[in-house]
């Protein structure tokens, strides 16, 4: 698709040219898309998931190859998909407001059959997805009661269990998706900082890290990063605040 609906060099211009949003709708939106790519569960899970690997500090190379490849395929898909959307949709002042409108971005490459392929590829990337969400909270709880990752227990099943049930509850009451998706993806923007602060302190810690405790360069980043999720969350909170009493 990034191929086929490629926009002319004027559009890509004008889209590529950076700007602040400023009303609700594109503030909801930016909190939106950093509660996707920079959520607070990746940060919590990722470390636990390297520990059952069995890697250690003496395979920090490794670890910085998984995840400079991890870091650089969530870009080129994400980028991908920010293509796409501009040459399919906003070059034609399209939206999306039901969920097969997202089939016609498909429609130049696959023709009729764009919303069988796009219903395959949304169960496809649910079921992939929904596998890993639901098991962040018992993983963490296992990691505060025993120090590794319990996956047998019948605690680990009940957690996962009520978590599916829960998801079954806005198609079972009729809901919008999009807009339920939506706003699961801001909510993540809400615990962001606090995921943030907590691994800048963490890392601080020369009872905990020792000799590989946090040094200017990773301060610096992790203060960057602080500073933008706050900025994130505050115009999350702002648009929700405007939305709701608009």
Not at 61 to 85: K, N
Not at 107 to 132: D, N, R, T, Y
Not at 153 to 163: D, E, S, V, Y
Not at 184 to 213: E, K, Y
Request: overall charge positive; some cysteine; proline content about 5%.
């Amino acid at each position: 698709s990034v191929f086929v609906v490629a926009p002319d060099a004027a559009t890509l211009q004008k889209a590529a040219k950076p700007i602040l949003p400023t009303n609700g709708a594109s503030l909801l939106m930016l909190a939106a898309f950093v509660g996707t790519t920079m959520a607070a569960p990746t940060f919590v899970t990722r470390p636990l998931l390297v520990r059952e690997k069995g890697l250690t500090a003496a395979d920090l190379g490794r670890q910085r190859v998984d995840s400079w490849f991890s870091a650089a395929m969530m870009f080129l898909i994400s980028g991908s998909i920010v293509f796409v959307a501009t040459g399919a949709l906003w070059a034609h002042g399209k939206g999306i407001d039901r969920i097969l409108d997202m089939a016609g971005t498909l429609e130049p490459l696959a023709g009729k059959a764009a919303v069988v392929i796009f219903m395959v590829g949304v169960l496809a990337a649910g079921l992939s997805s929904v596998f890993p969400i639901l098991m962040v909270a018992p993983i963490l709880v296992s990691d505060y009661r025993s120090g590794r990752m319990e996956t047998d227990t019948p605690l680990f099943r009940w957690i996962c269990l009520g978590a599916c049930a829960w998801g079954l509850v806005v198609p079972a009451l009729g809901g919008n998706p999009i807009v339920v998706t939506i706003a699961a993806q801001i909510s993540n923007v809400f615990v962001l900082p606090l995921t943030v602060l907590a691994i800048l302190l963490l890392l601080n810690r020369r009872d905990l890290m020792g000799a590989h405790r946090a040094g200017i360069a990773a301060n610096v980043g992790l203060g960057l990063a602080l500073a933008f999720s706050l900025a994130i969350a505050y115009s999350g909170a702002r648009a929700l605040i405007g939305v709701i009493h608009g």
